[in-house]
């Protein structure tokens, strides 16, 4: 067991070296925390313009706008991660580390542990930064929770369907448009809202929307968006896998 932690910890140092070197990475990790301070100064004064000059209430869309938050954090660390795998796969750095004394199963579960790692308590921390509402801890946790495994999964799209890093930004922008139906469904009345629950970003957002309006059945979504996003990256991890043995 200490074999195996002083090993991760060797990976953690490795990963975290190539963050520091690459500059566009570096400012990956730290916009989550800009926006929510954007939000928190920002959104409360459009708010108030809105209000003098068309009489429009932004306040009860507060949480609408904070589910970007909710999305964008796991995503930037998927894109950091998808992108160190793209950089690795690109220097043959993977193939060197299956002949470590890991196993190849345990090399991809820490690749998929330290996003979601990452994600959880930087989702909570970016909220309470952001400010415009009162901390619900449920609604947070449930953010934070069920958006955590997007970031996974992020970073295995991008590490298994794109070729180098140029066509790793092509896709990041791509697939980056998959939050825009789960932010969408906000404006879909119920019972066809649940359409929108073909994309997963939509589960983790309808349980803080839930959660935040104090309804305490929306867990249930957070254990759909776990299911959900748990098979993804069952799927996805095979597919990376079939993609470096080639």
């Not at 939000?39 to 949480?63: G, K, N, Q």
């Not at 580390?97 to 921390?125: D, E």
């Not at 070729?163 to 969408?184: D, E, H």
């Not at 759909?224 to 991890?237: E, Q």
Request: hydrophobic share 55%; glycine share 6%.
């Amino acid at each position: 067991m200490n074999h195996d932690a002083g090993r991760f910890r060797a990976l953690m140092t490795i990963d975290t070296r190539s963050v520091r070197r690459d500059s566009m990475l570096r400012w990956m990790v730290v916009v989550p925390v800009i926006l929510a301070l954007i939000t928190r100064y920002a959104l409360p004064a459009i708010d108030a313009r809105l209000t003098e000059r068309f009489d429009f209430d932004l306040a009860p869309y507060y949480p609408l706008v904070l589910s970007f938050l909710i999305l964008m954090v796991p995503q930037f660390f998927g894109l950091v991660m998808g992108f160190l795998l793209l950089d690795q796969r690109d220097d043959q750095t993977l193939e060197t580390l299956q002949v470590t004394p890991l196993s190849p199963g345990q090399l991809v579960a820490y690749r998929l542990a330290v996003p979601v790692a990452l994600s959880v308590p930087m989702t909570v921390i970016v909220l309470a930064l952001a400010g415009v509402l009162p901390f619900e801890w449920p609604a947070v946790a449930a953010g934070a929770l069920g958006g955590a495994l997007f970031a996974p999964c992020y970073a295995l799209v991008l590490a298994t369907f794109a070729s180098n890093k140029v066509q790793g930004f092509a896709l990041a922008k791509a697939t980056g448009i998959l939050v825009m139906p789960a932010i969408a469904a906000w404006f879909v009345p119920l019972p066809w809202q649940f359409l929108v629950g073909i994309v997963p970003t939509y589960w983790p957002l309808k349980a803080y929307w839930i959660l935040q309006a104090g309804h305490p059945h929306g867990w249930i979504y957070v254990l759909i968006a776990v299911a959900y996003f748990g098979g993804l990256m069952l799927w996805l991890s095979r597919r990376f896998d079939r993609r470096i043995r080639s």
